[in-house]
């Protein structure tokens, strides 16, 4: 197993970084809390995990061990993919999850793209006695940062990215409303991903 990955990043994706390793390029899957927090030219090291199929060898990307393990052990549910268990750490930190999981708090796995009422029901069932108990205060959803903090974030990642000040400017703005219209706290992940997809129809 290849536990984690170190070295410059040679480039990034919207959901890909590449890490030089010995002269080779990993590709390695991170949701966008994880790349943006990269930055090309820049040292890294990311936790990993390598999902084999007959198919594809793919290696996914973490900020840390507890997120690594977080993501293999979501796997144990039936129904839950390496895109799925990621979606959830997009939305989720590993101690949020435990703490929904520990309280059975459906609303916060259904936050999560993909997971309904009643698949929410089913996985708090599967994860009560795999997930273990929230270990501290880290309950908040990802990108819960102040309202007027995303902003920035959202800035930052767009320029870790490589898009110039300008187009970052204007994705920025472009996903204000999105952002404004959002309950509670905007998150960063799911509004890159937005940001995204606004710069790829002007280009």
Known sequence: MIAFVSGPVAALAPDTAVIEVGGIGMAVQCAPNTLSTLRVGQQA???TSLVVREDSLTLYGFADDDERQTFELLQTASGVGPRLAQ???A???PDALRRAV???DEKA???VPGIGKKGAQKLLLEYKDRLGEPLGTGGQVRGGAPAAGWRD???AALIGLGYAT???DDAVAAVTPQAEAAEGTPQVGQLLKAALQTLNRTR
Do not use: C, D, P
């Open 166 to 168: 300008r187009e970052a």
């Open 87 to 89: 979606a959830m750490l």
């Open 109 to 111: 796995l259904t936050a």
């Open 102 to 104: 520990s309280t059975g």
């Open 91 to 93: 939305v989720h930190s």
């Open 45 to 47: 090291k990311l936790a």
């Open 153 to 155: 974030q959202l800035h």
